[in-house]
């Protein structure tokens, strides 16, 4: 819905150090850990939700359409405009980047190391199987659980939140030119 864009832009541009925000949760994601601890203005409303049927647990879709206003409003910036922030920041961007300490690293470079690690989920193609541990849930597949903490993060924004991020994804890293290469 086109109001549900404003609200989410908005509540990210209260942030102070909105660039030292942005920056630091790219980094994270490029390392593979969830960037929602340095995004918690941009954390969806309501609960994380498991159903059970039979004895069995699986994420609730309702859980998936906790995160569609944020999927809605990224996915609704045009790449052109995407790529020409991210070139007219750029210096800015590089500038706060250095200062968490990579001597040998861009920006720019993670970037593209945090795109691939988030088009490089792999989605399940059915509602995926939990398992209920004391205070959390499991996947129940070895595969899904043992992806990292950031790509465990996508998932729960359900597949076809997921499969847009990931294609905007891809969009964006093809108009940054990025070569699919570290």
Same mark, same amino acid.
């Given at each position: ?8 832009? %908005? =509540?990210w541009?209260? $942030?102070k ?10 980094d ?10 340095? /995004?918690?203005? #941009? *954390? ?6 498991? *159903?059970? &049927?039979?004895g069995?647990?699986?994420? +609730?879709? &309702? ?11 990224? !996915?609704?910036?045009? +790449? =052109?405009? /995407?790529?020409?922030?991210? %070139?007219?920041?750029?210096?800015? #961007?590089? =500038?706060?980047? &250095? ?8 920006? *720019? $470079? ?6 691939? $690690?988030? !088009?490089q !989920? ?5 509602? *995926? ?17 043992? #992806? ?6 996508? /998932? ?12 905007? #994804? &891809? ?5 940054? %030119?990025?070569?699919? %290469?570290?």
């Amino acid at each position: 819905a086109a109001g549900e864009i404003p609200v989410v832009m %908005k =509540k990210w541009l209260r $942030q102070k150090d909105i660039v030292r925000t942005g920056v630091a949760a790219i980094d994270s994601t490029a390392s593979g850990e969830s960037p929602a601890a340095l /995004l918690p203005f #941009l *954390a969806p409303e309501g609960k994380f939700l498991a *159903a059970e &049927r039979n004895g069995s647990y699986t994420l +609730d879709p &309702r859980s998936y359409r906790r995160y569609d206003p944020l999927v809605n409003a990224f !996915t609704a910036v045009p +790449d =052109k405009t /995407l790529v020409t922030w991210y %070139k007219t920041l750029r210096p800015t #961007l590089e =500038k706060a980047f &250095r200062e968490l300490g990579y001597p040998n690293v861009t920006f *720019a $470079q993670r970037v593209q190391q945090a795109i691939e $690690q988030l !088009t490089q !989920t792999p989605l399940p193609h059915e509602e *995926a199987a939990l398992e209920r541990k004391v205070l959390s849930y499991a996947y129940g597949d070895p595969d899904l659980e043992s #992806l990292n903490p950031a790509q465990k993060h996508l /998932l729960r924004f359900g597949p076809r939140n997921a499969a847009r991020i990931q294609d905007k #994804l &891809r969009s964006l890293a093809a108009a940054l %030119k990025f070569t699919g %290469k570290k």
